[in-house]
T-cell receptor, first 112, second 115 residues
Framework: GQQLNQSPQSMFIQEGEDVSMNCTSS?????WLWYKQDPGEGPVLLIALYKAGELTSNGRLTAQFGITRKDSFLNISASIPSDVGIYFCAGLDRQGAQKLVFGQGTRLTINP | DVKVTQSSRYLVKRTGEKVFLECVQD?????MFWYRQDPGLGLRLIYFSYDVKMKEKGDIPEGYSVSREKKERFSLILESASTNQTSMYLCASSFGLVKTTDTQYFGPGTRLTVL
């Protein structure tokens, strides 16, 4: 099936640093979503983007829906220990199936 | 708040057993989904459902079946569990096609081990 290319696969940073991760696709999506998953838990929605070019913030998190509709990025500013986890991007194609396509995830580790 | 619950957080079964994973959502969502999550592979869609008694195959349906007898409940069935079905199973739900807020909300997951 379809898959998004999410990078980087893992990040090791110092507390207080900014983080940036992105997703690209060969297909167009109408919605981009960013989720965070804590160990042993299900993914939790962080930010949803519905329009090309849209820039949305949620606290220290900022995400953008690329103009081409084939990419999205997520930035985390001034990272803190509770930001540790796996971040997933997901694209939704509203044509037909309403299925989400997920990236492989970015595992974020923070050194205090 | 949307709530998606899964019947078990951890489950250990033997090869060949029939396994039922249950998922319930309380937001009157039309769509429900079952994924499995494996290291390095992300989330892969097994089956989904648009409505009661409706089901559609996802990307990896082999070895699984589903049941949706009531709108709020979506069951994943492993007819004869095998060791390669050891994984984290995640259920999700979302509004139907007519809604613009079509994000998916996930349950906490069931970690299944097949011995």
């Amino acid at each position: 099936g379809q898959q998004l290319n999410q990078s980087p696969q893992s990040m090791f940073i110092q507390e207080g640093e900014d983080v940036s991760m992105n997703c690209t696709s060969s297909s167009i999506f109408n919605t981009w979503l960013w989720y965070k998953q804590d160990p042993g838990e299900g993914p939790v929605l962080l930010i949803a983007l519905y329009k090309a070019g849209e820039l949305t913030s949620n606290g220290r998190l900022t995400a953008q829906f690329g103009i081409t509709r084939k990419d999205s990025f997520l930035n985390i500013s001034a990272s803190i220990p509770s930001d540790v986890g796996i971040y997933f991007c997901a694209g939704l194609d509203r044509q037909g199936a309403q299925k989400l396509v997920f990236g492989q995830g970015t595992r974020l580790t923070i050194n205090p | 708040d949307v709530k998606v619950t899964q019947s078990s957080r951890y489950l250990v079964k033997r090869t060949g057993e029939k396994v039922f994973l249950e998922c319930v959502q309380d937001m009157d969502h039309e769509n429900m989904f079952w994924y499995r999550q494996d290291p390095g592979l992300g989330l892969r869609l097994i089956y989904f459902s648009y409505d009661v008694k409706m089901k559609e195959k996802g990307d990896i349906p082999e070895g699984y079946s589903v049941s949706r007898e009531k709108k709020e409940r979506f069951s994943l069935i492993l007819e004869s569990a095998s060791t390669n079905q050891t994984s984290m199973y995640l259920c999700a739900s979302s509004f139907g096609l007519v809604k613009t807020t079509d994000t998916q909300y996930f349950g906490p997951g069931t970690r299944l081990t097949v011995l």
